[in-house]
């Protein structure tokens, strides 16, 4: 049995066969071939980003990775460095791009323009995509004109370069678009097969994505009426085989290293609850302030979850834990739940992109390219004339099948919180349609039927309304905090100068923003300016509701200033807002010390310890109280040997201080021969550093062990 459908009927449009416009092309456009259209402009795309590669290449993100960046960066290195499995947990982020990432890497090497670059191509590889996505389903002149707006797309530049996921959510879209459009085409069973694996890669790499199933087998089923029912039930079954595919050994990957059998990730309750609560915004407000990487914000998941429940809680509990949050919050609220649907609603059809970690107005102040481009191509323009394309042209087969998908991205960004990143997936839907709904104007403008198109451009118009309009979002405020965000960045990576500049130009912008008065309280005290760095500390602490790095950050300042009851005070509060940062547990040990507590002081460093198991300094401070201790009932030879050990490993051997304590937990232990070797290298590396005091200090000790005499203090 045959399984091609019959042509559309009615009038010729833009959307007809080629045939039906040949008389429309150029002489030249007819005389390439279609792959050499496609890689021209592929070539064309891949040129522009290189370009804006180029242009922000001294932006302080693109060497030091940030938030999910960084995230993204260490997971593709341990699955580079041989663990495949990705991990011994169920998946809480996405997976396919750490993988893709892994991938680049071992090809390419971590060099922060090359992984980039390769983006780029992919990025290219999408517009070329679309241009076959639009060649088929419409014609030539449309495919041309949707590929080059993508190529030019602002946002699609600005992820194509960052170290996240949207780069192949971008391609993922194209190519699905191209399948759906081929299916409609010339369906097969192995096409809606390969567009269902297309479906199942692109869940893989953003979640909400599985909404895209039901649309796509309702399409199948419901949508061409005129194929038989069994032959449409085959091609939804091929489908949703196709989907099977790629998620269930996924499943099967998370049952095996987890215990549990989740197709995804599992994440979605927690990101359900942070879009509803009451305390939502319509973008990202982290579970805890302060806290918004994703390393946090797992954390906290489950430590909040389990908290409340009073006990440990499997992955799908804790999902389900933050669902049965959101819902009792929504039951109880549901007008303002309502209200705050609409003010996502608005902000995923928004022109202004929202931000994440990383800006791309922020990144604009050094592109000439998006400078150029962001005015001209967003969101408010293509969402108009997509919605323009989609009136127009809605009787085709494949245009409500494409207009289903792009409401599907709006449904499922709006189910959670907005980004611009999150709804990127929106953009070549909304191009493709644009640009097929610009011909189909023109060809009716000029056949004299301009009446027929009025309800269409009045779509379109409200939707350019709405979309250009105002929204509670500062853009001032929003490049302010990406201004601090570089400072915090560069003064952690010890570049002092440039995150002042940073930081002072973020207050510019915003006077009040409590990050930067904290980062430059930060660097301030980094560069020995005390009495600077407290009144900026104190601005941050002082601005709203306490935050735990904030507070832990000003203790740390009295520390410093010697007034050690204040600094343990806020210390403390620190600590047990926020049980999970080392470095506030360090220093409120060093306070408890100062005050005499030294049996709290060790339990803080066991803290430490536990909050962060790679933080070597904790480690070799704890070992060296636990080893030689004035008061026996605070010394304890084998616990003290056992973080030693960690404190040499982690630092690989070439810390003086990691050797010391090694050294002093070997004779705590009575093991003096292996005490006094240590303690002579430890030595020995403290006066290659020039640490001329301490190394004599080391070797004083050093004829201790020799005598079998463990030092005390």
């Known amino acids: 049995m045959s399984m091609t459908q019959p042509a559309p009927t009615g009038p010729p449009t833009v959307a007809d066969p080629p045939a039906a416009q040949a008389g429309a092309k150029s002489p030249s456009a007819a005389a390439l071939p279609d792959w050499t259209i496609g890689l021209l402009l592929g070539l064309f795309a891949l040129l522009v980003r290189a370009v804006y590669l180029i242009e922000i290449r001294s932006i302080p993100f693109v060497h030091h990775l ?75 002149g449309v495919g041309i004109t949707a590929a080059l707006v993508l190529a030019l797309y602002p946002p699609a530049i600005f992820f194509d370069g960052l170290i996240q996921k949207a780069v192949l959510d971008g391609v993922g879209v194209c190519a699905l678009l191209l399948l759906a459009i081929r299916c409609t085409a010339q369906p097969s069973l192995g096409r809606f097969a390969a567009l269902g694996a297309c479906t199942g890669l692109l869940i893989l790499s953003r979640e909400n994505a599985l909404l895209f199933v039901p649309v796509i087998v309702g399409w199948c089923l419901w949508t061409l009426t005129d194929i038989p029912w069994r032959i449409r039930a085959l091609r939804s079954a091929a489908c949703l085989a196709g989907v099977a595919a790629v998620l269930l050994p996924v499943g099967i990957r998370n049952a095996w290293v987890g215990g549990q059998f989740v197709l995804t990730t599992s994440q979605a309750g927690p990101n359900f609850y942070i879009g509803n609560n009451p305390a939502a915004n319509g973008s990202y407000v982290p579970l805890l302030p302060g806290r918004g990487n994703t390393p946090f914000e797992r954390v906290d998941a489950i430590r909040l979850a389990e908290q409340s429940e009073g006990r440990t809680l499997t992955p799908t509990e804790v999902s389900s834990y933050w669902f049965r949050k959101a819902g009792a919050y929504i039951r109880e609220n549901p007008a303002h739940w309502a209200r705050l649907l609409a003010l996502k609603a608005l902000y995923s059809v928004h022109a202004y992109e929202i931000p994440d970690s990383e800006d791309q107005y922020y990144y604009a102040q050094s592109s000439f390219v998006l400078r150029l481009l962001s005015p001209l191509l967003h969101m408010g323009v293509i969402l108009p004339l997509g919605v323009l394309g989609a009136v127009l042209l809605l009787r085709r087969r494949d245009v409500p099948l494409i207009a289903a998908l792009a409401l599907t991205v709006i449904a499922g960004v709006v189910i959670f ?19 097929a709904g610009v011909f189909e104007l023109i060809r009716r403008l000029r056949s004299g039927r301009a009446l027929s198109a009025i309800p269409a451009l009045a779509a379109g118009i409200a939707v350019a309304v709405v979309a250009n309009g105002p929204t509670s979002f ?100 620190a600590a047990s807002a926020d049980p999970l940062d080392a470095e506030t547990w360090i220093n409120l040990a060093d306070a408890r010390g100062r005050l005499g507590l030294r049996a709290e002081a060790q339990q803080a460093l066991r803290n430490a310890r536990k909050a962060d198991p790679r933080e070597a300094h904790a480690a070799h401070r704890l070992a060296w109280s636990l080893a030689t201790s004035d008061d026996g009932s605070l010394r304890n030879a084998e616990e003290a040997l056992r973080h030693a050990s960690d404190g040499v490993r982690l630092t690989g051997g070439r810390d003086p201080a990691a050797l010391d304590a090694l050294a002093a937990a070997q004779a705590e232990a009575g093991r003096f021969d292996e005490a006094a070797r240590n303690a002579t290298a430890a030595a020995e590396l403290a006066r290659r550093a020039g640490r001329h005091d301490l190394a004599a200090r080391i070797e004083a000790r050093a004829r201790g062990y020799q005598e079998s005499r463990p030092h005390r203090e």
């Open 417 to 435: 919180y907005v980004f611009g990143r999150y709804r990127y997936p929106l953009a070549p839907m909304c191009i493709l349609l644009a640009a």
């Open 66 to 140: 940030v938030a999910d960046a960084e995230a993204y960066r260490n997971w593709a290195r341990r699955i580079a460095l041989g663990d495949w499995l990705g991990g011994s947990e169920i998946f809480y982020q996405a997976p396919l791009y750490p993988y893709f990432l892994a991938v680049v890497m071992r090809t390419v090497g971590e060099g922060p323009l090359m992984v980039r670059l390769v983006q780029a191509m992919v990025g290219s590889a999408a517009v070329v995509l679309l241009f076959h996505a639009g060649r088929v389903a419409f014609s030539r």
């Open 474 to 573: 500062s853009r001032t405020l929003e490049l302010a905090v990406s201004h601090s965000n570089a400072g915090l960045t560069l003064a952690r990576a010890g570049d002092l100068p440039r995150a002042m500049r940073e930081l002072r130009r973020a207050l510019e912008l915003s006077p009040d923003l409590r990050s930067a008065h904290y980062g430059l309280g930060k660097v301030l005290l980094m560069e020995g300016r005390l009495g600077e760095a407290m009144g900026e500390l104190n601005l941050a602490y002082e601005a709203g509701p306490p935050i735990a790095y904030i507070t832990s950050a000003l203790g740390s300042a009295h520390l410093v200033a010697g007034n050690i009851e204040r600094a343990a005070e806020l210390l403390e509060s």
